[in-house]
């Protein structure tokens, strides 16, 4: 398989649960990011990983977890969300610095909190 | 650091007319320059990008983009828009040294019948 593979593509989830996001990359990319994009709101970067470390986090409350545990995965855990979290979560890859290659976006992972 | 301006931020546009999305950007070094597309409940897709050398450049789907140095602008244009263009457009820049890039709002594009 090749490309970025985000699963599930839905999750309807509580305010109590605890779930997980999975982004999947066989690219050879060293970098991933997670994205959330709301109705009618700028894409707004939340994590950036690097070599799989943790190279940037923006502010983003601590109900949200990322986890790499190596280049190709990417996870997001999720706990004790809120109804505004609900968004559409992208995973994005690229490859190193100054190769222009942009990012490869997967599908995306449509989030509801009820 | 970069940013990038989309002016726009909703265009419509009738079946079979051309079509510019305007963006600009701000950085104090190189950048590398990129278009992307967004159909609805999808991720977004790289359209065309500008690295270096002639400053039109092509891309999938037939748009093109031109990469104005002066007036740091990279504009995306189609001659000729069919419904199936109607979707959301991003315009992003990243330094020439650096892998992460920096994304425009956003631009949705509505083509009419």
């Known amino acids: 398989e090749t490309g970025v593979t985000q699963t599930p593509r839905h999750l309807v989830m509580g305010m109590t649960n605890k779930k997980s996001l999975k982004c999947e990359q066989h690219l050879g990319h060293n970098a991933m990011y997670w994205y959330k994009q709301s109705a009618k709101k700028p894409l707004e970067l939340m994590f950036v990983?690097?070599?799989?470390?943790?190279?940037e986090n923006n502010s983003v409350p601590s109900r949200f977890s990322p986890e790499c545990p190596n280049s190709s995965h990417l996870f997001l855990h999720l706990h004790t969300l809120q109804p505004e979290d609900s968004a559409l979560y992208l995973c994005?890859?690229?490859?190193?610095?100054?190769?222009?290659?942009?990012?490869?976006f997967g599908s995306g992972t449509r989030l509801t909190v009820v | 650091a970069q940013s990038v301006t989309q002016l726009d931020s909703q265009v419509p546009v009738f079946e079979e007319a051309p079509v510019e999305l305007r963006c600009n950007y701000s950085s104090s070094v190189s950048v590398y320059l990129f278009w992307y597309v967004q159909y609805p409940n999808q991720g977004l897709q790289l359209l065309l990008k500008y690295l270096s050398g002639s400053t039109l450049v092509k891309g999938i789907n037939g748009f093109e983009a031109e990469f104005n140095k002066s007036q740091t602008s990279f504009h995306l244009r189609k001659p000729s828009v069919h419904i199936s263009d109607t979707a959301e457009y991003f315009c992003?820049?990243?330094?020439?040294?650096?892998?992460?890039?920096?994304f425009g709002d956003g631009t949705t594009l509505t083509v009419k019948p």
């Open positions: 994005a890859s690229s490859q190193g610095r100054g190769l222009g290659n942009g990012y490869t």
């Open positions: 992003a820049v990243s330094a020439t040294n650096a892998g992460k890039s920096t």
């Open positions: 990983y690097s070599l799989e470390e943790r190279v």
